[in-house]
């Protein structure tokens, strides 16, 4: 029988028994003193079982608290840059092109601002050449995904730096990662504790991608056949809603690559790291009761979260489970669901909601 903590009332009962047990008293008088010290270590008794309960929790990573689950993940994970328990934000960088007069130099630690409101450091000099532009490698100042910026974006120059008139990002800024959820430690925790390292098991070419700062998902099989390893995986962070802009780019794929290549046998040939390949499936959702912006996006956002859970690479997705994400939304009460199972068409291609359409 689990253990359960006793409630105050159950504490104060067993406290007075016990009391009486060694006096072989037969009866306790109200408010005497006898009563009232019982009573007074029942109470502290009470908040002993407490503590017990809370550090019981403790002691477990899947109902562990945050500065107890990073104790954990300190002894247990060891990460692809080297560090200990949970996976630390990075920061982003990328090239940014100076236009200006030709000579003046940008020199290292110069300031840049972004639209987004983060504040980025040059990290080598630039000069600006015959043709009127220089480049410089600059790096995000504020760690996490926030400093990440697109190709094209403007950057201001604070203190502006006479003879230049403009700068713009030579290509994205990225490789800004957040830092690793409680919820992301605990399934890697979890995930080592029940997959020992075999040397190149299945199970271990699913967990050191997942030790790449920014990874939050991965899935690995033998798609081409015995004696091959395919790896595939996700950056997608708390991101429900999959669309081909969320996959990997060729960078963050070479980056899991390089330390796959590290961990692996040597004696494996043909591992090959990639990116999932999206396949759309559209359904169409008639007669829904309350039909309003507000439940479809609920609907939507239930079904994103299914697939979070449920969809990998190959997985086939059923009717059933789209129609139970339907009905879980807040909101909904009843409705038709047109869609049939469906199939992928090779192992690497992965289940995603493309349309859906709701007909009244």
Same mark, same amino acid.
């Given at each position: 029988? #689990?253990?359960?903590?006793?409630?105050?009332?159950?504490? *104060?009962?067993?406290?007075?028994?016990?009391?009486?047990?060694?006096?072989?008293? =037969?009866?306790?008088?109200?408010?005497?003193?006898?009563?009232?010290?019982?009573?007074?270590?029942?109470?502290?008794?009470?908040? @002993?079982?407490?503590?017990?309960?809370?550090?019981? =929790?403790?002691?477990?990573?899947?109902?562990?608290?945050?500065?107890?689950?990073? *104790?954990?993940?300190?002894?247990?994970?060891?990460?692809?840059?080297?560090? =200990?328990?949970?996976?630390? @934000?990075?920061?982003?960088?990328?090239? /940014?092109?100076?236009? &200006?007069?030709?000579?003046?130099?940008?020199? /290292? &630690?110069?300031?840049?601002?972004?639209?987004?409101?983060?504040?980025?450091?040059?990290?080598?000099?630039?000069?600006?050449?015959? &043709?009127? +532009?220089?480049?410089?490698?600059? /790096?995000?100042?504020?760690?996490?995904?926030? &400093?990440?910026?697109?190709?094209?974006?403007?950057?201001?120059?604070?203190?502006?730096?006479?003879?230049?008139?403009?700068?713009?990002?030579?290509?994205?800024?990225?490789?800004?990662?957040?830092?690793?959820?409680?919820?992301?430690?605990?399934?890697?925790?979890?995930? *080592?504790?029940?997959? #020992?390292?075999?040397?190149?098991?299945?199970?271990?070419? +699913? *967990?050191?991608?997942?030790?790449?700062?920014?990874?939050?998902?991965?899935?690995?099989?033998?798609?081409?056949? !015995?004696?091959?390893?395919?790896?595939?995986?996700?950056?997608?962070?708390?991101?429900?809603?999959?669309?081909?802009?969320?996959?990997?780019?060729?960078?963050?794929?070479?980056?899991?690559?390089?330390?796959?290549?590290?961990?692996? #046998?040597?004696? /494996?040939?043909?591992?090959? +790291?990639?990116? !999932?390949?999206?396949?759309?499936?559209? %359904?169409?959702?008639?007669?829904?009761?309350?039909?309003?912006?507000?439940?479809?996006?609920?609907?939507?956002?239930?079904?994103?979260?299914?697939?979070?859970?449920?969809?990998?690479?190959?997985?086939?997705?059923?009717?059933?489970?789209?129609?139970?994400? %339907?009905?879980?939304?807040?909101?909904?009460?009843?409705?038709?669901?047109?869609?049939?199972?469906?199939?992928?068409?090779?192992?690497?291609?992965?289940?995603?909601?493309?349309?859906?359409?709701?007909?009244?």
């Amino acid at each position: 029988m #689990p253990w359960t903590t006793p409630t105050l009332r159950d504490t *104060r009962r067993l406290t007075r028994d016990y009391v009486l047990s060694q006096l072989g008293a =037969k009866a306790m008088i109200p408010n005497s003193v006898l009563r009232i010290m019982s009573d007074a270590m029942s109470a502290l008794a009470h908040l @002993a079982f407490l503590y017990l309960d809370w550090l019981a =929790k403790q002691l477990m990573p899947d109902t562990a608290e945050r500065e107890w689950l990073d *104790r954990h993940g300190v002894i247990w994970l060891t990460n692809a840059d080297g560090s =200990k328990g949970r996976k630390a @934000a990075t920061y982003a960088q990328g090239t /940014v092109e100076f236009t &200006g007069n030709v000579g003046v130099i940008t020199p /290292v &630690g110069t300031t840049l601002t972004g639209s987004n409101g983060v504040q980025y450091q040059t990290i080598t000099a630039g000069e600006v050449g015959s &043709g009127g +532009v220089g480049t410089a490698e600059a /790096v995000a100042l504020t760690a996490g995904s926030v &400093g990440n910026l697109l190709d094209g974006d403007l950057l201001s120059v604070e203190p502006s730096i006479p003879g230049i008139t403009e700068a713009i990002l030579l290509g994205d800024m990225s490789g800004g990662y957040d830092q690793e959820t409680d919820d992301q430690l605990r399934e890697r925790i979890l995930f *080592r504790i029940q997959n #020992p390292p075999m040397g190149g098991s299945q199970a271990d070419y +699913v *967990r050191w991608p997942m030790a790449v700062p920014g990874v939050t998902r991965a899935w690995a099989a033998a798609e081409i056949g !015995p004696g091959t390893m395919t790896v595939r995986f996700l950056m997608d962070d708390d991101e429900r809603r999959l669309t081909t802009d969320d996959l990997p780019t060729e960078a963050e794929v070479l980056m899991v690559s390089d330390y796959i290549d590290i961990k692996r #046998p040597v004696t /494996v040939k043909d591992c090959f +790291v990639m990116a !999932p390949i999206l396949f759309f499936y559209n %359904i169409t959702i008639r007669n829904l009761t309350n039909d309003d912006p507000t439940v479809r996006a609920r609907i939507e956002a239930s079904i994103a979260d299914m697939e979070f859970a449920r969809s990998k690479p190959g997985q086939t997705m059923y009717r059933s489970w789209v129609d139970e994400a %339907i009905s879980q939304a807040v909101g909904e009460e009843t409705h038709e669901l047109d869609f049939e199972t469906v199939e992928m068409p090779a192992p690497g291609y992965m289940p995603v909601l493309g349309t859906v359409l709701y007909d009244v």
